[in-house]
């Protein structure tokens, strides 16, 4: 784990922790573990990286996914890749990221901690959205709030989304 926070902590250090994860990973195939250490330290590096690096950094995240199918751990470390691209993506690219994070929310139903990701993408993807495009994220949002009423991480980011709403109606005059 030390190398996976070593991405985070020491951005002139990430890049080779990441390699010497990957390494590790490479070694030891089917290693749950050393797997979902690899996919931690891929989000950590995910987070100081521009645009083209997130991708690569996302790619590798869901290769991990596919390849660990029942490591619901590194699911939701691609989850969380996803929200962190799609922060920095143009509209179309936040959509691309948000449909597959409502996948992978469809895809574990129930997982608070994924949908809260999906929710996390969604109201990224309203920062970049006309009105209309607002409104579809905030019924989703809604939808997730409804879905997971116990879940205050979630109804904040639908609150979230109201403001961004709010504030784009006020612009149009509605």
């Known amino acids: 784990m030390l190398l996976a926070n070593i991405a985070y902590y020491f951005e002139n250090y990430a890049e080779t922790a990441i390699r010497l994860l990957e390494t ?8 749950n573990e050393i797997a979902w250490v690899y996919a931690v330290g891929l989000v950590n590096l995910s987070n100081k990286q521009d645009l083209a690096g997130r991708e690569d950094s996302i790619q590798k995240l869901e290769q991990l996914s596919n390849n660990y199918p029942d490591n619901v751990e590194i699911t939701l470390e691609y989850a969380k890749g996803l929200v962190n691209l799609s922060n920095k993506q143009d509209l179309a690219g936040a959509e691309d990221s948000v449909q597959k994070l409502e996948q992978l929310s469809n895809d574990y139903p129930g997982n608070a901690k994924i949908a809260l ?4 993408g969604l109201f990224n993807l309203s920062c970049e959205q006309d009105l209309a495009g607002r409104k579809d994220s905030v019924q989703k949002l809604e939808q997730l709030s409804n879905d997971y009423p116990g879940n205050p991480e979630i109804a904040l980011e639908y609150a979230y989304g109201l403001f961004n709403l709010s504030y784009e109606q006020d612009l149009a005059g509605a």
């Open 24 to 31: 590790y990973h490479k070694k030891d195939i089917g290693n």
């Open 117 to 120: 990701r999906y929710a996390k």
